[in-house]
């Protein structure tokens, strides 16, 4: 083998590696300022897209008919450790808003199979529908890059904000108080029909 020909053989190989590194970096460099995770699509101030999907315990699901109260639609994968992490945080979340019925929790899974979610809730705990199947046109829909990633509905279906990166209850608390602030309702008195 000529050296020519390693040569084009050394770039072929370094090349897509090298393009790869760079878009790694451009990543890092547009991280959120927070430093909790990258930019995804900004859906704040819209309708939640729809998800109408059956759940892995073969339930119908539909985020409309959980309007009137607030929805916590998270992203995840068993595997990421931030994702771990967090898990107790919606756990806890749940346990106390969902009984009164002014919040809950949905999770959409990526790119996982139903033995390692089961696994996951059996080990970490959580009650709340699981999304498994079809999942990716739901991130798409909602602007998700990247897991953990996690959408606050308004009681009136709208996006009041995204978290990017492990959440904590505290920080869902503090985006449940503001939208309820602007509404001039206390927690606990929303209404579907409220803008």
Known sequence: MTSESTSHRTLWIVAPVAIVM???LVLLATRDGGGTGF???DIDGQLAPPIVRTTIDGEPFDLDELRGSFVVVNFFQTSCIP???EHPE???FQEQYAPTGVGSVVSIVFDDTEANIRAFFDEFGGDWPIIAEDSLPIAV???VPLVPESAIVAPNGIVI???IGGV??????AVMASWLAEQEQPVGTQSESSP
């Open 22 to 24: 760079v878009l790694f």
């Open 161 to 163: 904000r995204k978290l």
């Open 141 to 143: 829909d909602y602007g």
């Open 90 to 92: 919606l756990v806890a």
């Open 39 to 41: 930019i995804s699509g």
């Open 168 to 173: 904590r209850k505290s920080d869902i608390e």
């Open 83 to 85: 994702c771990r992490q």
